[in-house]
């Protein structure tokens, strides 16, 4: 059978380049040798302190955690804060942007908690494709009222292929003063380099998409914003404790390795697919539709019952965090809402398939199994 596949080409430009295998090893390294910097031995085999340390205003040891971080990500500081993605996000456009201000955002379906966050914050927005880099230079020179330009890493809509360096570059040649916040969740520690190591000002990523704790989250950028950050949330009951962080920072050194061989296998199910190995599926190809992950567009509109019957077969039928600590078997799920705005068919049409901690042949023997069975249920 042939690998042609249209909808792998259309989207080819669409997948963001991951690290290999080397290349996590080396991140691996580099994140444990900024903690041996850090922190003293007997330091780093407790399980961390709690409450407000009068020296530092938090934990002491979530400061050293910021300290690794901050270090390893080559930004001027560092912030760990509640709330995961989400909340790392909404607490850094509140130190930079006022109700009613304006921000930069690219033309497609916003995430369903980043539009949320623009609602409480009372943020306007102003619109620029960012596929196209003449389109962000007239915006910029267009509108010189934004405070903010927010790029989210991973991929809003199946066209998306800008690149993220490319556009932080012409923003900063545009308008050197404007802050760059950079969405990088499902991106930090899988792509080579998140927002601030390529020249944003700000980077926000959740940790629990990196194995760590629920709800902790990273920003790491310009010192100025992120002292505030630090400032506005003296409570204790808002610290992220010592152990937390610690939690955190463990499961890290282990996240760029896993996740770089779970992107093999990413690329081994979709060649497989499309090389036939599963009867009843149209196309296959990857996108980074939030994570890294494998769409099937099906022959029948059977989706729903394909991602109904996977349950009884061995797969999550919905994440938990999107490759969280408790995402080991693979999961068959719905295309993701923002993809689904921009292609409704995929609704009945469309699988989204993350092989999480599996192998292909996981993923393919389940198919094999669910997709005779949801057509059998569709025709009766």
């Known amino acids: 059978m042939s690998t042609y596949n249209p909808a792998e080409l259309k989207y080819a430009n669409s997948v963001l380049p991951s690290l290999s295998i ?54 001027e500081d560092c912030a760990l804060v509640r709330g995961a993605g989400t909340g790392a996000i909404r607490t850094i456009l509140s130190m930079l942007l006022s109700p009613g201000d304006e921000m930069f955002i690219h033309t497609a379906p916003v995430y369903t908690t980043t539009k949320e966050t623009l609602r409480i914050l009372g943020i306007k927005t102003v619109h620029a494709d960012y596929n196209h880099l ?67 000002d700000y980077s926000t990523f959740s940790g629990f998409k990196l194995l760590g704790p629920e709800g902790i989250a990273v920003i790491a ?99 938990v965090g999107a490759e969280s600590k408790y995402e080991i078997i693979p999961m068959i799920y719905r295309v993701s809402g923002s993809f689904l705005e921009a292609q409704p068919e995929l609704k009945e049409y469309g699988l989204r398939i993350n092989p999480m901690k599996s192998g292909s042949s996981t993923i393919i023997g389940i198919l094999e199994k669910v997709i005779p069975l949801a057509k059998e249920v569709q025709h009766r």
Do not use: W
């Open 221 to 319: 950028g310009k010192k100025d914003a992120i002292e505030r950050v630090h400032h506005y949330n003296y409570s204790g009951g808002g610290q992220v404790q010592g152990y937390e962080a610690m939690e955190l920072l463990r499961m890290m050194t282990f996240a760029p390795v896993s996740l770089a061989i779970q992107n093999e296998q990413v690329e081994e199910l979709c060649r497989r697919l499309n090389e036939g190995a599963v009867d009843g599926i149209r196309a296959a190809y990857m996108t980074n539709a939030q994570s890294k992950n494998v769409i099937v567009e099906l022959e029948d509109p059977i989706a729903q019952g394909v991602i109904s019957i996977s349950d009884e077969h061995g797969a999550a039928t919905h994440p």
């Open 22 to 75: 080397l290349e996590a090893q080396e991140k691996q390294f580099k994140l444990v040798d900024r903690m041996s910097r850090y922190f003293k031995g007997k330091q780093f085999l407790s399980m961390g302190d709690l409450g407000v340390s009068p020296k530092y205003k938090r934990p002491e040891q979530t400061y050293l955690v910021e300290r690794v971080m901050a270090d390893f990500f080559e930004a």
């Open 134 to 200: 003449e389109e962000v230079i007239t915006a910029i020179r267009g509108n010189q009222n934004p405070k903010v330009f927010y790029i989210q890493h991973a991929r809003q809509q199946p066209t998306d292929h800008y690149q993220l360096a490319e556009v932080i570059k012409t923003v900063k040649e545009e308008r050197p003063d404007l802050p760059i916040v950079v969405d990088d969740n499902y991106c930090a520690l899988k792509t080579k380099g998140i927002g601030v190591e390529l020249g944003a």
